[in-house]
């Protein structure tokens, strides 16, 4: 049975750029290949077929000889070879890098670079108060910092890194299995390509050294809790003079003995003497910048009831403005009366009717009645 064209494997046109061979092939791995069609001889040949099209296209001299030849300029030995369906020197693993990264989280070839630094998480507690004013403070940070021996190079002294023999110096290192080839990590240099052959005695060759570091934080106000602040490059150093990571700062609120927060709102719980709630008057509030605020509570005023102070809730992160703050008031019963007092509240109650001094208990009742009434029908 004849070879199908490569052209027509990749479906591309004969005189396809390389860009167009590359994003056809591309597809065609990505749709086809083996792991993710376990057991699928069909998709596992289609695979092999476009492997082995884009290994002669890619190619500037091969696929001038199969321009002129066809298939029978890699029969018997021909130029290029590329009909047996391998990777030679680059195939799929070129374009799974490009697509993915490289198998180890290395550059491919001319040395690739060691590890970033990890990056640190700092939780810190704050108050309702230093959340609404913002703050700045300092902190101390256990982590691992550029060793001062070495600059971070892990080479003793009046010695450096040497190129790794094991891998070129590319820091990656391929084998044959079967019919793929796969590239990994190289385990002499642990990807960096260099070896150090006199490590630093400060560092072991690391780079690197734990230690603790004080670090300035400013805490923007309006800030609510679970807030993430980035300080860049403050994190884990990483391994010989490679970049560190980031330290990120996790806020929390701790809970206000008074204030309940809403987002930019603010609550406020604020009990009340039963004259003020029955004849009306003048109280003042605590507020979240700790002043006192003034509320005027009309005659007949019942616990629940909300006052809305415009503004004076908490700052809204980088904006100019104000939540609001509500003080729900709950009217106090009296306690510990006098005998007076005591007269005084009987006197009360035999002037008048509950109906007109106590409209919503009067009311609940009727309530209560009409439902027995109901239920006896």
Same mark, same amino acid.
């Given at each position: 049975?004849?070879?199908?064209?490569?052209?027509?494997?990749?479906?591309?046109?004969?005189? #396809?750029?390389?860009?167009?061979?590359?994003? #056809?092939?591309?597809?065609?791995?990505?749709?086809?290949?083996?792991?993710?069609?376990?057991?699928?001889?069909?998709?596992?040949?289609?695979?092999?077929?476009?492997?082995?099209?884009?290994?002669?296209?890619?190619?500037?001299?091969?696929?001038?000889?199969?321009?002129?030849?066809?298939?029978?300029?890699?029969?018997?030995?021909?130029? /290029?070879?590329?009909?047996?369906? /391998?990777?030679?020197?680059?195939?799929?693993?070129?374009?799974?890098?490009?697509?993915? %990264?490289?198998?180890?989280?290395?550059?491919?070839?001319?040395?690739?670079?060691?590890?970033?630094?990890?990056?640190?998480?700092? !939780?810190?507690?704050?108050?309702?108060?230093?959340?609404?004013?913002?703050?700045?403070?300092?902190?101390?940070?256990?982590?691992?910092?550029?060793?001062?021996?070495?600059?971070?190079?892990?080479?003793?002294?009046?010695?450096?890194?040497?190129?790794?023999?094991?891998?070129?110096?590319? %820091?990656?290192?391929?084998?044959?299995?079967?019919?793929?080839?796969?590239?990994?990590?190289?385990?002499?240099?642990?990807?960096?390509?260099?070896?150090?052959?006199?490590?630093?005695? #400060?560092?072991?060759?690391?780079?690197?050294?734990?230690?603790?570091?004080?670090?300035?934080?400013?805490?923007?106000?309006?800030?609510?809790?679970?807030?993430?602040?980035?300080?860049?490059?403050?994190?884990?150093?990483?391994?010989?003079? #490679?970049?560190?990571?980031?330290?990120?700062?996790?806020?929390?609120?701790?809970?206000?003995?008074?204030?309940?927060?809403?987002?930019?709102?603010?609550?406020?719980?604020?009990?009340?003497?039963?004259?003020?709630?029955?004849?009306?008057?003048?109280?003042?509030?605590?507020?979240?910048?700790?002043?006192?605020?003034?509320?005027?509570?009309?005659?007949?005023?019942?616990?629940?009831?909300?006052?809305?102070?415009?503004?004076?809730?908490? !700052?809204?992160?980088?904006?100019?403005?104000?939540?609001?703050?509500?003080?729900?008031?709950?009217?106090?019963?009296?306690?510990?009366?006098?005998?007076?007092?005591?007269?005084?509240?009987?006197?009360?109650?035999?002037?008048?009717?509950?109906?007109?001094?106590?409209?919503?208990?009067?009311?609940?009742?009727?309530?209560?009645?009409?439902?027995?009434?109901?239920?006896?029908?």
């Amino acid at each position: 049975m004849s070879k199908e064209d490569y052209y027509q494997t990749l479906g591309v046109d004969r005189d #396809a750029d390389m860009d167009a061979i590359k994003k #056809a092939y591309r597809k065609l791995a990505m749709q086809h290949h083996p792991d993710r069609n376990p057991d699928d001889s069909k998709s596992e040949h289609k695979f092999k077929e476009a492997t082995e099209a884009y290994e002669v296209l890619k190619d500037d001299e091969k696929r001038a000889a199969y321009d002129r030849f066809g298939h029978a300029a890699f029969e018997q030995g021909g130029p /290029g070879g590329g009909g047996g369906g /391998g990777f030679g020197g680059g195939g799929f693993a070129d374009i799974f890098d490009e697509m993915f %990264g490289d198998f180890g989280g290395g550059g491919r070839g001319g040395g690739a670079s060691p590890g970033r630094g990890s990056d640190l998480r700092y !939780n810190m507690e704050i108050t309702l108060e230093e959340a609404f004013e913002g703050k700045k403070t300092n902190i101390r940070v256990p982590t691992s910092v550029t060793c001062d021996g070495c600059k971070g190079s892990g080479a003793a002294s009046g010695s450096g890194p040497v190129g790794c023999v094991t891998c070129g110096g590319h %820091g990656r290192v391929r084998s044959q299995q079967g019919f793929f080839t796969v590239e990994r990590t190289c385990p002499s240099c642990q990807g960096t390509g260099q070896v150090i052959k006199e490590p630093c005695r #400060a560092c072991g060759g690391q780079g690197r050294q734990h230690k603790e570091k004080t670090l300035s934080v400013t805490i923007p106000a309006g800030v609510e809790d679970g807030t993430r602040i980035r300080l860049g490059s403050e994190g884990e150093a990483g391994m010989r003079g #490679a970049p560190a990571g980031d330290l990120y700062i996790f806020l929390s609120v701790s809970p206000h003995r008074l204030f309940q927060r809403d987002g930019a709102n603010i609550h406020c719980r604020v009990p009340i003497p039963m004259t003020t709630a029955s004849l009306g008057g003048a109280i003042e509030v605590p507020t979240v910048e700790g002043k006192m605020a003034r509320i005027t509570v009309p005659a007949g005023t019942q616990t629940g009831q909300q006052f809305r102070l415009k503004g004076k809730g908490m !700052n809204i992160l980088r904006s100019k403005a104000r939540g609001d703050m509500f003080a729900q008031v709950a009217v106090e019963t009296p306690v510990h009366l006098t005998k007076r007092q005591k007269e005084l509240l009987k006197e009360f109650e035999g002037e008048g009717s509950h109906e007109k001094h106590s409209p919503e208990a009067h009311s609940f009742f009727d309530k209560v009645k009409d439902l027995w009434e109901d239920l006896k029908e």
